[in-house]
């Protein structure tokens, strides 16, 4: 889940396994979210995202699931690669708030173990 | 598309020294946005421009901080001068609507 201190939560799973990341998210207006890949050195990565009218999106190999009710946003990644291994970071903003609007949570870090 | 490109990848500098980091943001993203990440305070906005105007500047740090987009595909991002407490990795992020897409990064050492 979000961290809400200084230390980066983890998330260590088996090659091939799935993997769910989780963020809880705070402002109840919030209606478009975002989850970013950071891989080690390089800018956060657009994967997938989600609009408050929809609770599941599906992407290659990637899962979105949004619970309005208790501000909970999921991701699901599938037979989990070694490339898998990165910070994964949930953001937030509301429609008409743009790019500037975005939040995001601290992040956390999935490593793959061969 | 290149992407959002910056430079330079690495700087190491003295405290009190002038640095300033570029952006060259994705041609037609009429957004640029400047973020600093530290393990301590993860990603943190320290401005943005709109249409190459600065739109909110409320997270820049202090008056050693400051940036400007002359044109459409050009962006700095100034310290002077710089202390060990700004070392951290700098991105320049632009954005089509509310998708920010991001530079791989300025890694600022401030010895």
Redesign the interface.
């Known amino acids: 889940g979000e961290s809400v201190g200084?230390h980066?939560p983890t998330l260590s799973v088996q090659e091939g396994d799935n993997s769910i990341i989780n963020c809880a998210y705070s402002n109840s207006a919030s209606d478009?979210f975002?989850w970013y890949k950071q891989e080690s050195?390089?800018?956060?990565?657009?994967i997938i995202?989600i609009r408050s009218n929809m609770d599941k999106r599906q992407g290659q190999r990637v899962t979105v699931l949004l619970n309005k009710t208790v501000k909970h946003l999921s991701l699901q990644i599938a037979a989990t690669q070694p490339g898998d291994s990165a910070v994964y970071?949930c953001?937030e903003?509301y429609s008409g708030?743009?790019?500037?609007?975005?939040t995001?949570?601290?992040?956390t870090h999935l490593i793959i173990q061969p | 598309d290149a992407g959002v490109i910056q430079s330079p990848r690495h700087e190491v500098t003295e405290m009190g020294q002038e640095v300033t980091l570029r952006c060259k943001p994705i041609s037609g993203h009429n957004s640029l946005f400047w973020y600093r990440q530290t393990m301590m305070r993860g990603l943190e906005l320290l401005i943005y421009f709109n249409n190459n105007v600065p739109i909110d500047d409320s997270g820049m740090p202090e008056d050693r901080f400051s940036a400007k987009m002359p044109n459409a595909s050009f962006s700095t991002l100034k310290i002077q001068p710089s202390e060990p407490r700004d070392s951290a990795v700098y991105f320049c992020a632009s954005s089509y609507r509310e998708k920010l897409f991001f530079g791989s990064g300025t890694q600022l050492s401030v010895l």
Do not use: E, N, R
């Open positions: 200084l980066l478009y975002i050195g390089k800018g956060p990565q657009f995202d970071f953001a903003t708030g743009g790019a500037d609007g975005l995001f949570g601290k992040g």
